[in-house]
């Protein structure tokens, strides 16, 4: 790796509202090449290792020691991974002002609690060793256990299998829509997802088009939803095309789905609802949906009408998260949603079942040590990468379900959980995601149907 030349720090601003510190390089009088040259990085906190990068070649050039053969999606720019300390790094190469706009919108999106990657740095001022100005980049962190949609199936996409795919984009599109955010590119190759307890959950990876308001107008939501449709049915016609999906699937009437899932979750996270005075209880059975949906409500509009006969009521501020928050207070644990009401789930059996006499937080000590943490302890270290933690333990639950009705009698966790090591787990794709070699091209399922980025 090439020695990186001491820099100078000045305070320059890093963020619309925030100050930090930015490198500038010092010309060296040495006959070493100056690597650096005068290479500016915005960051909200600088990791000195990124000025051990060879910054200095051009990104699709970069040394094999330094990079990271992740799988990943059809991209319009040079994107690679890189290795930064004991994480990894996803580095695209682009315009100052569009790395720059991205970097921004990727802050604000993360303040939001909007599922998004997050944002490392800009880097500006790159040059080869003979002076010629390459592109800036903007680096991001890589999601850990995160696919692009190619590589979640390993030959064929089943049709249940996209429609989860489909279900998640359509949540994370209400969501950002929710937080003000116009999308302007949605697709599933702008999508990174990750398993969530037998669906996906959906991370927003492409900034680039997005804009920030402080609310949508329909126009805005309903256009923003036709791009999502066009462009799914395009990398589906590709799917099809590569022989990458079941026969069975129509491209363009399943890319129908994405209009009809969001347009049933907006209606319930939004609409109104009218009932008579009799019918009150419909107050908590709206907030019950809204709860069993992942959303808390954090804010209900209730008027009656002039005559007194009838109630209106309209969610105005919802929150998502719900069974992800309630996990998280009891035990500790951040899991995606649909992982943390499935855990919730055996915590609330658990405790039925062995301490009903106890409170649930003490109660929830006790699951976490004796039913969570033994299921974590026993994967064996070199099948770590194969899944997070709050999934294994998901599919140990449902693994032991399913053993236990074919028996036809409680079958033991110990036996469950080796069965599930050793039949299920053991033949799983690492997730992780760092492949051990250290080939770079695209992964050859993402080949078919696409050029590779």
């Keep these: ?46 990791d000195p290792a990124l000025l051990d990068l060879p910054w200095h070649i051009p990104l699709e050039d970069w040394p094999k020691e330094n990079l990271a053969a992740l799988p990943r999606g059809i991209s319009r720019h040079v994107v690679r991974f890189a290795r930064l300390n004991n994480s990894l790094i996803a580095i695209k190469e682009t315009s100052e002002h569009v790395a720059r706009q991205e ?134 016609m590709d799917l099809a095309e590569g022989g990458l999906v079941e026969e069975s699937v129509d491209p363009l009437s399943t890319s129908e789905r994405i209009m009809d899932s969001y347009r049933r979750l907006w209606a319930e ?15 908590d059975a709206r907030i019950r949906r809204l709860n069993d949906l992942g959303f808390d409500v954090d804010e209900l509009s209730i008027s009656t009408t002039p005559d007194g006969t ?36 055996d915590l609330d059996s658990y405790r039925v079942t062995n301490h009903p006499e106890l409170d649930e937080e003490l109660s929830a000590h006790l699951w976490v040590t004796q039913v969570f943490e033994p299921i974590v302890k026993a994967v064996p270290r070199d099948l770590g990468s194969k899944l997070e933690a709050a999934e294994v333990v998901h599919e140990v639950l449902e693994h032991r379900w399913y053993m236990s009705e074919k028996a036809n009698h409680n079958v033991p966790m110990a036996e469950a959980v080796q069965s599930y090591m050793d039949n299920i787990l053991r033949h799983r794709r690492d997730e992780a995601a760092i492949l051990l070699s250290t080939d770079t091209r695209t992964m050859n399922i993402l080949d078919a149907g696409g050029a590779p980025a």
Excluded: C
């Design 310 to 345: 009838q109630v209106q009521l309209q969610p105005k501020v919802v929150d998502a998260g719900h069974h992800q928050r309630r996990l998280l207070r009891l035990t500790g644990i951040d899991a995606q949603e649909n992982q943390a009401r499935r855990l919730l789930n």
């Design 269 to 283: 996270l939004t609409e109104q609802e009218s009932f008579g005075m009799a019918d009150r209880w419909r107050v």
């Design 1 to 46: 790796m090439t020695d990186a030349l001491p820099a100078n720090w000045q305070n320059e601003p890093t963020d619309w509202e925030q100050t930090g510190k930015l490198p500038r390089t010092t010309r060296s009088s040495t006959n070493r090449i100056n690597t650096l040259g005068s290479l500016n990085i915005t960051a909200a906190s600088m």
């Design 103 to 236: 970097y921004h919108m990727l802050r604000k999106l993360r303040r939001l609690n909007v599922p998004a990657v997050a944002p490392v740095a800009v880097i500006t001022g790159r040059t080869d060793p003979s002076g010629e100005e390459l592109q800036p980049v903007l680096v991001t962190r890589h999601l850990r256990f995160s696919l692009p949609y190619r590589a979640v199936f390993s030959q064929t996409l089943r049709e249940v299998t996209l429609t989860r795919l489909i279900d998640a984009q359509a949540l994370l599109l209400v969501r950002l829509h929710l937080a003000g955010f116009y999308w302007g590119d949605v697709s599933l190759s702008n999508t990174l997802f990750r398993r969530d307890a037998g669906a996906f959950a959906a991370y927003l990876v492409d900034a680039e088009t997005g804009e920030l308001y402080p609310e949508l107008s329909n126009g805005q939501r309903e256009y923003d939803l036709e791009i999502a449709r066009v462009n799914i049915a395009g990398e589906l």
